[in-house]
């Protein structure tokens, strides 16, 4: 299973990006998929998160900015990221709970990330 994100960049204050990703390989299902970040000498954070039904979840540090969604038949997730603010720099990387197979238990992959930096 490869997750390849793609999307980041440099951004001022107030600026705005959107992070794709698409999901390959060896897939019969996909239970779940989320963005997670890591900031220079920061603990990481799962920062959205969006079930197969779409129920979706974020983290209160980018609630009301962030919106996570994917489309099923391309097999891409986005994060659309509004209002970036210095403090959301970091390298943000896909998640996904994957089933390999029927009746197989769903896996976690994280594939490679993406550098967001947003200053003035």
């Known amino acids: 299973v490869q997750l390849q994100a793609s999307g980041g960049g440099s951004v001022q204050p107030g600026g705005s990006l959107r992070l794709s990703c698409v999901a390959s390989g060896n897939i019969f299902d996909i239970k779940a998929m989320g963005w997670y970040r890591q900031a220079p000498g920061k603990q990481g954070e799962l920062i959205a998160r969006?079930?197969?039904?779409?129920?979706?979840n974020y983290a209160d540090s980018v609630k009301g900015r962030f919106t996570i969604s994917r489309d099923y038949a391309r097999m891409t997730l986005y994060l659309d990221m509004n209002d970036l603010k210095p403090e959301d720099t970091a390298v943000y990387y896909c998640?996904?709970?994957?089933?390999?197979?029927?009746?197989?238990?769903?896996?976690?992959?994280r594939g490679q990330g993406t550098l967001v930096t947003v200053s003035s």
């Open positions: 969006i079930r197969s039904g779409g129920d979706t």
């Open positions: 998640d996904a709970d994957v089933q390999t197979g029927y009746g197989e238990p769903p896996y976690e992959f």
